[in-house]
């Protein structure tokens, strides 16, 4: 769906992203992942033409992102940057309306508010959709979010670390929403994440990046490996399977007499 040739980001003289090609599945949970300063939001950003490329180019179904019209590029992607602390007296079905602004134009339609109802039902915030944004739990505030981009309906969603900073109960609870919109919904989804965990266990497609390169990319079983994780993070990496759980255990515990 999405495709990137020789891409490139430059800050001043400085290269952030150097040369990366790769292709983004269609109906499918790809992961970013890889170190700090890898490039991964940069790229991710350069995907969702909150960007500008130094060099290369982005595709959407084989259309230069550059040559489709603002409107017509928020109906078929969804972005979600990192979340910020909003403080605002803002309610959570406030927030998922402005999901729906590349169709409403701030004047929601019967079929807009429908929208807004299946993303809040999607995601179980039914219960909190009167809340204001500043009570909700940081786990809480980001299901919203998502839930804002859930209602825009597109086809593809980019996630920038939607995991970040939240407990185990949430961080599952919003990557099994995140594969119930590829296999229910055939949505496309790419997020960056640091939890290789969550990574190997969620995903169907993996990209990885070590300094603005792009060190390997493909199905999951190809690059949750103990040699490639090795070579990615420079930590020792156990790979433990267990039917289709995986665990990719990088602790060097100290021996306990």
Do not use: W
């Amino acid at each position: 769906m999405i495709t990137v040739t020789d891409l490139s980001k430059t800050y001043g003289d400085k290269p952030v992203l150097s040369g990366v090609t790769a292709e983004i599945p269609r109906g499918r949970l790809t992961s970013l992942i890889g170190p700090n300063a890898a490039g991964k939001s940069t790229l991710l950003m350069l995907m969702a033409r909150l960007l500008r490329p130094s060099g290369g180019q982005v595709r959407l179904a084989g259309t230069p992102v550059g040559e489709i019209a603002p409107d017509s590029y928020a109906r078929q992607v969804a972005t979600l940057r990192q979340a910020p602390g909003l403080d605002l007296r803002l309610s959570v079905e406030d927030l998922v309306a402005f999901g729906r602004f590349p169709y409403s134009r701030g004047r929601l339609s019967r079929e807009d508010r429908a929208a807004i109802d299946r993303a809040l039902a999607f995601l179980s915030l039914d219960e909190l959709r009167h809340r204001n944004i500043d009570e909700l739990s940081g786990g809480q505030r980001q299901l919203a979010y998502l839930a804002m981009t859930v209602a825009q309906e597109t086809e593809c969603l980019l996630l920038d670390e939607p995991l970040n900073n939240l407990d185990m109960h949430h961080a599952v609870e919003i990557m099994r929403a995140l594969r119930q919109l590829c296999d229910d919904l055939g949505r496309t989804v790419v997020l960056v994440i640091h939890d290789i965990n969550f990574a190997a266990n969620y995903s169907d497609h993996i990209l990885a990046l070590k300094d603005g390169r792009l060190a390997c990319s493909g199905p999951v079983a190809e690059i949750v490996t103990e040699e490639r994780l090795r070579a990615l993070y420079d930590l020792d990496f156990q790979v433990l399977r267990n039917g289709d759980s995986v665990l990719c255990n990088y602790f060097t515990p100290r021996h306990r007499r």
